[in-house]
């Protein structure tokens, strides 16, 4: 483009031109969901879809008090709606405070234009602080630029005319005016985002075990339903006289003549919703939501509620350097101050304070002379001599800092004084004698020298030859939780990674600092060209330097393939394709919007410190529910054993309304108090059996207790009435032994709650028979219920003392038995067996190879596609301007990125 046109830009005609051809920057970034799927997400779900047909059929008895079991569904729905509501809203307006507006150049005046407004060759002026809104080139001026946020490398990059601008990236200094060569979907950001534009399936234990129980409920509860209905029909047909051909006949007439068996329904719709473990349902998204609303407290904003227990579950934390370990900021590690021959005689030093060195006042006298354009090492340097006694000197003249020399400077009534790269400020001389002290500081730092000169010449260059007077190192600020919240981790056995798009050097001093075990080992990623390698370095190293947005989203899929459960931090655009994959994404609220809309975690404080809080509030939520969860469980799993015993012995004993009592106080609210209690505790094995090992022995005692009222009630002839109370009171003495038992040990809240129970129980036996269906029992009727409350309880207590014996399972692949041999170490000891028929390991050998030809395809897929998104979204190779970059092309293996050689420092 003319320089003419870079004064004028576009004109309204040729923006309308654009416009039309559909060349407009519109926005492609990962927004939040709508309302409207929220809500549908929310509602349609097969736990909702069982309720809702079990309660038409209770509308069709006509019999609506045994409509109440919808509040939980309702309350369930809501909580969830609310909560996703909550969390949209709150990641919305962390957006909005983000920049959305841009200056352009349109008819030869500067307009201000929304991001979506701008269309490709538009000519935009971006200066210190602005956010690029789209890829550009530069026209004229130069800046230095930050692109950390998009390749995680936190040096600053040099953009004169001719450079490429990427969007997502910040001007950190400098002024220039680009023309928008890229728009929309083919901005470099929105290549990114487009790769994480799926869905991504939510790794939670509880998630999973709940939808295990109600897909196996509402399977079995097709064919028991469908029996125990034909069961009760048939028991009424009987009673009824068995007019007709067959029970089925007469059931059909009856439906036509208006006459719908409602006794039948009522009693296979209480077996069903027995099954439903709607409480556990409810506990879990309470208990959870309550979950969030305390860690909001900490600014820590959970997106999604099943997060929360898996980053409590999480053995392995990759962790991005920038922004998460770092503050992204720079600050002041030393000064050193070295010892010139006749620099305290000199003239200019005479008015140096005695107390102060030399270099501490050229450091902090030049850093104050230059702060009108201050870049992140000026800062650092301001912030550095804040708070330390330097005499404060008028400049006399001021070099500013320049890309090109790689130094600024400043003369006082002191003397004048240079700091920058040693290599441009010091002669060849000079540098030989202290360059092994520049090699050994650059190690884990950034050096510069600071350097005595005679002055400087109208046109900005140094007179006279530099003498060194001492060195400043310059390092990324480490946040002051960082080592705290490593230890944390490291104490709770989790293994901790450093994935950064940064120089590996760089990241393993960080690392080590802040107690990274294994930091010392580091690795390349550029040297990881092919997958086998990548691959290979999971297991050896624990810092990654100069990865690729791709090649953390693979480092974390060879994790997971391992079995290992992953969270990951990030807070750039280089980081959305690993939060992504990971099973437990943590954003910081100051990155980038895409990071922030895909991570499940966002701390709103940008501390990396709350991550404690979030693990100890999973911890809770996952010890409480395991233990109240056994209440829930209980009930589902004696509902199908005892609908299963009624096919052959009707009628079904309880009526829906009975449940609702039970439900109340024999599951629920034991179970929600019991459920926010402080734990703390580590959490051990698996959710669905911890759960199982505690539910187990109460319902096979309800099983067993009902079995006995049956048969007693048929022996005795006691009517269905007498029946289900008695079925109705020896549950709730089963529950209440179980309520006792995980209620160990005692505390005064349990006692209480113990009490509660309790009393709620005989309250609404005694108080309300009619309501509850309850019947006036003889004493003979009491006296037989009472013996068998007292066998449900011993039996309970029994089988319970047997379960927490058991020890779990173990299995361990053993090597060097021979083909076909599987050996187990479990409970009794060793067990060898064979592993099946030579024809049958054939069979599983083949499918075994063609599962890993159709794996080995699909990560070929992958990498095309990989390689096809990294070669578009890599800026093209323009004329040197004097920085040397990496370059990704392809190669034999892949994808190759090529590094520029280091100069010996």
Sequence with gaps: MAATDIERGLSTAEVEERIAAGKINRNMELKTKSVKELIIENLCTLFN????????????????????????????????????????????????????????????????????????????????????????????????????????????????????????SFIDSGLLRARVIHVGADNYVAKIN?????????????????????????IIMIPLGLALFASSVSELWDAAGTPGNSALSWCFSELLAGHVPSSALLSTVGALLGMIPQGLVLLTSSVLAIATVRLARRKVLAQQLYCIETLARVDVLCLDKTGTITSGRMEVEGTYPLP?????AGEGDAAVPVDTTVLDFALANVARATSADANETCQA???????????????????????????????FAQGSYVMGAAQFVLSDRAFAQVENRVAELADTCRVLVVARVDGFTPDGDMVGEAEPVGFVTIRDEIRTSAAETIGYFNEQGVTLNV???????????????VGVPGADAYVDATTLDTPAKLDAAVDRYHVFGRVTPQQKRELVQALKRREHTVAMTGDGVNDVLAL????????????????????????????????????????????????????????????????????????????????????????????????LEPNNARVKGSFLTNVLKRALPASLAVILAAALDIFVARVFGFNQLTLSTMCLLTSCAASVSLIWRISQPLTPLRVALFVFVVAGILTGVIGFPKLLSIANLSMGQMVILAVI????????????????????????????FGRGVRVRLGRGGGKVSSTGSTAERFAKRVAADMAQRREARTVREAEARALEGVAQAQPKKKKSTGVKRSRVTKSAQGIKVSMPSKKKK
């Design 49 to 168: 879809l069982i309720n809702v047909i079990l309660a038409f059929l209770v509308i069709l008895t006509g019999s609506f008090k045994n409509l109440t079991f919808l509040f939980v569904v309702f309350l369930n729905t809501a909580i969830g709606v609310i909560q996703s509501m909550r969390s949209k809203k709150m990641v919305d307006k962390l957006t909005l405070l983000t920049s959305k507006k841009a200056i352009a150049v349109r008819d030869g005046s500067e307009v201000e234009l929304d991001l979506d407004q701008i269309v490709l060759d538009d000519i935009i002026r971006l200066g210190r602080g602005d956010q690029i809104p789209a890829d550009a080139v530069v026209v004229s001026g130069e800046a230095l630029v930050n692109e950390s946020l998009l390749t995680g490398e936190s040096d600053l990059i040099k953009k004169q005319p001719g450079s490429e601008l990427m969007s997502g």
């Design 194 to 218: 487009n790769e994480a534009k799926y869905v991504k399936k939510v790794n939670s234990e509880i998630m999973n075990a709940l939808n295990a129980i109600v897909r196996f409920a509402s």
């Design 340 to 344: 010139v021959e006749g620099m305290g």
């Design 381 to 411: 340097l301001l912030n550095y001599y804040a708070d330390r006694p330097v005499e404060v000197s008028e400049p006399l003249s001021v070099i500013p800092f320049s890309s090109s020399k790689k130094w600024s400077g400043a003369s």
């Design 499 to 513: 994935i950064s798009g940064d120089d590996p050097r760089t990241v393993s001093s960080i690392a080590r600092v």
């Design 580 to 675: 992504k994959e990971a099973d437990c994404s943590v954003a910081m609220a100051a990155g980038s919007d895409a990071a922030r809309n895909v991570a499940e975690i966002v701390l709103v404080d940008n501390d990396f410190a709350s991550m404690p809080a979030v693990v100890a509030e999973g911890r809770r939520s996952i010890n409480n529910l395991q233990r109240s969860a056994s209440l829930f469980l209980t009930k589902t799993l004696f509902s199908m054993g005892l609908a299963a015993l009624c096919i052959a012995l009707p009628p079904y004993p309880f009526e829906p309304i009975q449940m609702t009592l039970i439900n109340f106080f024999c599951i629920g609210a034991p179970g929600f108090v019991l459920g």
């Design 789 to 816: 409350v007292v066998i449900t309880c011993s039996v309970f207590f029994k089988l319970a003392t047997m379960m927490d014996s058991l020890k779990p399972r173990r299995r361990h692949a053993a090597t060097g």
